[in-house]
Antibody, heavy 125, light 113 residues
Framework: QVQLQESGPGLVKPSETLSLICTVS????????WSWIRQTPGKGLEWIGY???????NYNPSLKSRVNISLDTSKNRVSLNLTSVTSADTAIYYC???????????????????WGQGTLVTVSS | DIVMSQSPDSLAVSLGERATINCKAS????????????LTWYQHKPGQPPKVLIY???TRASGVPERFSGSGSRTDFTLTISSLQAEDVASYYC?????????FGQGTKVEIK
Protein backbone atom coordinates (compact mmCIF):
# COMPACT_ATOMS: atom_id res chain seq x y z
CA GLN A 1 0.00 0.00 0.00
CA VAL A 2 1.42 3.33 -1.06
CA GLN A 3 1.56 5.93 1.68
CA LEU A 4 2.81 9.50 1.64
CA GLN A 5 3.55 11.72 4.63
CA GLU A 6 4.42 15.40 4.46
CA SER A 7 6.61 17.00 7.11
CA GLY A 8 8.26 20.31 7.79
CA PRO A 9 7.95 23.55 9.77
CA GLY A 10 4.43 24.71 10.40
CA LEU A 11 5.49 28.35 10.63
CA VAL A 12 7.72 30.25 8.21
CA LYS A 13 8.62 33.94 8.32
CA PRO A 14 7.88 36.21 5.37
CA SER A 15 10.70 36.39 2.78
CA GLU A 16 12.16 33.10 4.00
CA THR A 17 12.13 29.68 2.31
CA LEU A 18 9.44 27.08 2.89
CA SER A 19 10.93 23.57 2.90
CA LEU A 20 8.83 20.41 3.05
CA ILE A 21 9.55 16.72 2.69
CA CYS A 22 7.24 13.98 1.50
CA THR A 23 8.26 10.54 2.71
CA VAL A 24 6.98 7.76 0.48
CA SER A 25 6.48 4.15 1.58
CA UNK A 26 5.22 1.09 -0.25
CA UNK A 27 6.79 1.96 -3.60
CA UNK A 28 10.08 3.26 -4.94
CA UNK A 29 9.93 6.92 -5.92
CA UNK A 30 11.86 6.01 -9.09
CA UNK A 31 8.79 4.12 -10.34
CA UNK A 32 6.44 7.10 -10.56
CA UNK A 33 6.00 10.83 -11.03
CA TRP A 34 5.39 12.88 -7.88
CA SER A 35 3.56 16.14 -7.42
CA TRP A 36 2.98 18.88 -4.89
CA ILE A 37 -0.37 20.64 -4.55
CA ARG A 38 -1.54 23.25 -2.07
CA GLN A 39 -4.90 24.39 -0.79
CA THR A 40 -5.54 27.97 0.24
CA PRO A 41 -8.79 29.56 1.39
CA GLY A 42 -8.57 32.12 -1.37
CA LYS A 43 -7.47 30.10 -4.40
CA GLY A 44 -8.63 26.59 -3.55
CA LEU A 45 -6.51 23.73 -4.86
CA GLU A 46 -3.42 24.80 -6.79
CA TRP A 47 -1.02 22.47 -8.57
CA ILE A 48 2.59 23.40 -7.77
CA GLY A 49 4.56 21.01 -9.95
CA TYR A 50 5.72 17.45 -10.59
CA UNK A 51 8.96 15.56 -10.96
CA UNK A 52 10.28 12.26 -12.27
CA UNK A 53 13.77 11.01 -11.53
CA UNK A 54 14.60 10.73 -15.24
CA UNK A 55 13.66 14.26 -16.25
CA UNK A 56 13.32 17.92 -15.42
CA UNK A 57 10.55 19.05 -13.11
CA ASN A 58 7.47 20.76 -14.50
CA TYR A 59 6.25 23.75 -12.47
CA ASN A 60 3.18 25.92 -12.43
CA PRO A 61 4.22 29.14 -14.19
CA SER A 62 2.61 31.13 -11.38
CA LEU A 63 5.24 29.76 -8.97
CA LYS A 64 8.06 28.76 -11.29
CA SER A 65 10.46 31.53 -10.28
CA ARG A 66 10.28 30.52 -6.61
CA VAL A 67 9.79 26.74 -6.53
CA ASN A 68 12.11 23.76 -6.60
CA ILE A 69 11.03 20.12 -6.38
CA SER A 70 13.63 17.40 -6.01
CA LEU A 71 14.01 13.71 -5.21
CA ASP A 72 16.18 11.91 -2.66
CA THR A 73 16.19 8.37 -3.97
CA SER A 74 18.36 7.08 -1.11
CA LYS A 75 15.67 8.07 1.39
CA ASN A 76 12.64 7.66 -0.92
CA ARG A 77 11.59 11.27 -0.35
CA VAL A 78 10.29 14.14 -2.43
CA SER A 79 11.19 17.68 -1.41
CA LEU A 80 9.58 21.05 -1.99
CA ASN A 81 11.31 24.39 -1.57
CA LEU A 82 9.45 27.66 -2.06
CA THR A 83 11.48 30.84 -1.69
CA SER A 84 10.54 34.40 -0.73
CA VAL A 85 7.26 33.39 0.87
CA THR A 86 4.47 35.81 1.76
CA SER A 87 1.19 35.41 3.58
CA ALA A 88 -0.34 34.32 0.26
CA ASP A 89 1.69 31.11 0.55
CA THR A 90 -0.11 30.11 3.76
CA ALA A 91 -1.76 26.84 2.82
CA ILE A 92 -2.12 23.14 3.39
CA TYR A 93 0.58 21.49 1.28
CA TYR A 94 -0.01 18.01 -0.14
CA CYS A 95 2.22 15.61 -2.00
CA UNK A 96 0.70 13.02 -4.30
CA UNK A 97 1.66 10.27 -6.69
CA UNK A 98 0.94 10.90 -10.35
CA UNK A 99 -0.59 8.01 -12.22
CA UNK A 100 0.77 7.62 -15.74
CA UNK A 101 1.10 5.45 -18.81
CA UNK A 102 4.10 4.99 -21.06
CA UNK A 103 7.79 4.27 -20.96
CA UNK A 104 11.03 5.35 -22.51
CA UNK A 105 10.65 8.82 -23.98
CA UNK A 106 6.88 9.04 -23.81
CA UNK A 107 4.81 9.42 -20.67
CA UNK A 108 1.15 10.36 -20.48
CA UNK A 109 0.41 11.75 -17.03
CA UNK A 110 -2.95 11.29 -15.39
CA UNK A 111 -4.68 11.81 -12.05
CA UNK A 112 -3.21 12.16 -8.56
CA UNK A 113 -3.52 9.10 -6.35
CA UNK A 114 -2.95 8.76 -3.49
CA TRP A 115 -2.41 12.04 -1.66
CA GLY A 116 -0.62 12.53 1.63
CA GLN A 117 -2.47 13.83 4.68
CA GLY A 118 -1.20 17.33 4.04
CA THR A 119 0.66 19.75 6.28
CA LEU A 120 -0.40 23.27 7.21
CA VAL A 121 2.20 25.94 6.68
CA THR A 122 1.56 29.42 7.99
CA VAL A 123 3.62 32.35 6.82
CA SER A 124 3.81 34.93 9.58
CA SER A 125 6.37 36.96 11.49
CA ASP B 1 -4.35 27.89 -18.54
CA ILE B 2 -7.54 25.84 -18.64
CA VAL B 3 -10.04 27.35 -16.21
CA MET B 4 -12.31 24.87 -14.45
CA SER B 5 -15.62 26.21 -13.14
CA GLN B 6 -17.91 24.20 -10.92
CA SER B 7 -21.57 24.75 -10.06
CA PRO B 8 -23.09 25.07 -7.62
CA ASP B 9 -20.64 26.17 -4.92
CA SER B 10 -22.68 24.29 -2.34
CA LEU B 11 -25.54 21.84 -2.39
CA ALA B 12 -27.89 20.51 0.30
CA VAL B 13 -29.61 17.24 -0.54
CA SER B 14 -31.84 14.94 1.50
CA LEU B 15 -30.56 11.48 2.35
CA GLY B 16 -31.35 9.08 -0.47
CA GLU B 17 -31.84 11.84 -3.01
CA ARG B 18 -29.71 12.66 -6.05
CA ALA B 19 -26.89 15.17 -6.00
CA THR B 20 -25.57 16.64 -9.23
CA ILE B 21 -22.39 18.69 -9.60
CA ASN B 22 -21.34 20.37 -12.81
CA CYS B 23 -17.85 21.19 -14.06
CA LYS B 24 -17.08 23.30 -17.10
CA ALA B 25 -13.66 23.60 -18.71
CA SER B 26 -12.64 26.76 -20.60
CA UNK B 27 -11.40 24.57 -23.45
CA UNK B 28 -11.80 20.95 -24.47
CA UNK B 29 -9.97 18.33 -22.41
CA UNK B 30 -10.74 15.57 -24.93
CA UNK B 31 -7.56 14.20 -26.48
CA UNK B 32 -8.54 13.24 -30.02
CA UNK B 33 -5.81 10.63 -30.55
CA UNK B 34 -7.17 8.33 -27.84
CA UNK B 35 -10.72 9.75 -27.42
CA UNK B 36 -10.22 10.21 -23.68
CA UNK B 37 -11.37 13.12 -21.57
CA UNK B 38 -8.53 14.13 -19.25
CA LEU B 39 -10.84 14.94 -16.34
CA THR B 40 -10.96 13.55 -12.81
CA TRP B 41 -13.18 14.06 -9.76
CA TYR B 42 -11.94 14.04 -6.17
CA GLN B 43 -13.82 13.78 -2.88
CA HIS B 44 -12.35 15.77 0.01
CA LYS B 45 -13.51 15.26 3.57
CA PRO B 46 -12.27 17.52 6.41
CA GLY B 47 -9.05 16.25 7.96
CA GLN B 48 -8.49 13.75 5.18
CA PRO B 49 -6.58 13.97 1.89
CA PRO B 50 -8.51 14.26 -1.37
CA LYS B 51 -9.49 10.89 -2.78
CA VAL B 52 -9.97 10.12 -6.46
CA LEU B 53 -13.51 9.07 -7.34
CA ILE B 54 -13.63 9.21 -11.11
CA TYR B 55 -10.99 9.42 -13.85
CA UNK B 56 -11.25 9.68 -17.63
CA UNK B 57 -14.43 11.62 -16.79
CA UNK B 58 -16.51 8.47 -16.28
CA THR B 59 -14.39 5.60 -14.91
CA ARG B 60 -14.97 4.86 -11.24
CA ALA B 61 -11.81 4.36 -9.20
CA SER B 62 -11.30 1.10 -7.36
CA GLY B 63 -13.52 0.76 -4.30
CA VAL B 64 -15.75 3.72 -5.15
CA PRO B 65 -19.46 2.95 -4.60
CA GLU B 66 -21.65 2.59 -7.69
CA ARG B 67 -23.81 5.51 -6.59
CA PHE B 68 -21.03 7.80 -7.85
CA SER B 69 -20.97 8.32 -11.59
CA GLY B 70 -19.30 10.73 -13.98
CA SER B 71 -20.40 11.86 -17.40
CA GLY B 72 -19.72 14.46 -20.05
CA SER B 73 -17.16 15.22 -22.72
CA ARG B 74 -14.98 18.01 -24.10
CA THR B 75 -15.89 20.96 -21.88
CA ASP B 76 -18.94 19.93 -19.85
CA PHE B 77 -18.90 17.30 -17.15
CA THR B 78 -21.15 16.08 -14.36
CA LEU B 79 -20.62 14.13 -11.15
CA THR B 80 -23.77 12.44 -9.89
CA ILE B 81 -24.40 10.83 -6.54
CA SER B 82 -27.53 8.80 -7.22
CA SER B 83 -28.61 8.30 -3.61
CA LEU B 84 -26.85 10.53 -1.09
CA GLN B 85 -25.52 8.83 2.01
CA ALA B 86 -24.36 10.50 5.23
CA GLU B 87 -20.75 9.54 4.49
CA ASP B 88 -20.87 11.48 1.21
CA VAL B 89 -20.80 14.84 3.01
CA ALA B 90 -17.64 16.38 1.59
CA SER B 91 -16.31 18.84 -0.94
CA TYR B 92 -15.95 17.64 -4.51
CA TYR B 93 -13.43 18.93 -7.04
CA CYS B 94 -12.94 18.39 -10.73
CA UNK B 95 -9.43 18.60 -12.17
CA UNK B 96 -8.08 18.56 -15.71
CA UNK B 97 -4.85 16.77 -16.57
CA UNK B 98 -5.03 17.56 -20.27
CA UNK B 99 -2.33 20.21 -20.09
CA UNK B 100 -0.12 21.88 -17.54
CA UNK B 101 -0.63 23.79 -15.40
CA UNK B 102 -3.10 21.21 -14.13
CA UNK B 103 -6.09 23.07 -12.74
CA PHE B 104 -8.95 22.39 -10.35
CA GLY B 105 -12.48 23.61 -10.04
CA GLN B 106 -13.24 25.76 -7.02
CA GLY B 107 -15.07 22.91 -5.32
CA THR B 108 -18.66 22.06 -4.43
CA LYS B 109 -19.62 21.44 -0.82
CA VAL B 110 -22.29 18.77 -0.40
CA GLU B 111 -24.34 18.73 2.79
CA ILE B 112 -27.40 16.93 4.10
CA LYS B 113 -30.69 18.82 3.94
Amino acid sequence: QVQLQESGPGLVKPSETLSLICTVSGVSITDYYWSWIRQTPGKGLEWIGYIHYTGSPNYNPSLKSRVNISLDTSKNRVSLNLTSVTSADTAIYYCARVMFEGSGNYFDLHWLDPWGQGTLVTVSS
Amino acid sequence: DIVMSQSPDSLAVSLGERATINCKASQSVLYSSNNRNYLTWYQHKPGQPPKVLIYWASTRASGVPERFSGSGSRTDFTLTISSLQAEDVASYYCQQYFSTPWTFGQGTKVEIK
